[in-house]
């Protein structure tokens, strides 16, 4: 049974950091990417990683969010620093392999004073 489950979310104010954690179980990370939704938009790719590892950013969160994967435990994270009200949304795990692809539940993230 695949599973993927996010985790660590929560509220920080403007200029906070959070890191999210993405485990799979049942599948291993081929492709895989964080997306998120904000309130009445609609899912946009934050950032994702292809198996060899290459990462791809939105530009509105470049210089600020970074991915990373550790193969060991099956585990990508989504380290957010510099956070901004605008990056308020629910954040997601996707991961790919071949034709399939599983979501997770999904984390809210919100950033407010």
């Known amino acids: 049974q695949v599973q993927v489950v996010e985790s660590g979310g929560g509220l920080v104010w403007p200029g906070g950091s959070l890191r999210l954690s993405c485990s799979a179980s049942?599948?291993?990370?081929?492709?895989a990417g964080w997306y998120r939704q904000a309130a009445g938009k609609q899912r946009e790719l934050v950032a994702d990683?292809?198996?060899?590892?290459?990462?791809n950013y939105a530009d509105s969160v470049k210089g600020r969010f970074t991915l990373s994967r550790d193969d060991a435990k099956n585990i990508m994270y989504l380290q957010m620093n510099g956070l901004k009200p605008e990056d308020t949304a629910v954040y997601y795990c996707n991961v790919k392999v071949g034709a399939y692809e599983a979501w997770g539940q999904g984390t809210q993230v919100t950033v407010s004073s």
């Open positions: 049942g599948i291993i990370f081929g492709r």
């Open positions: 990683i292809t198996p060899g590892g290459s990462t």
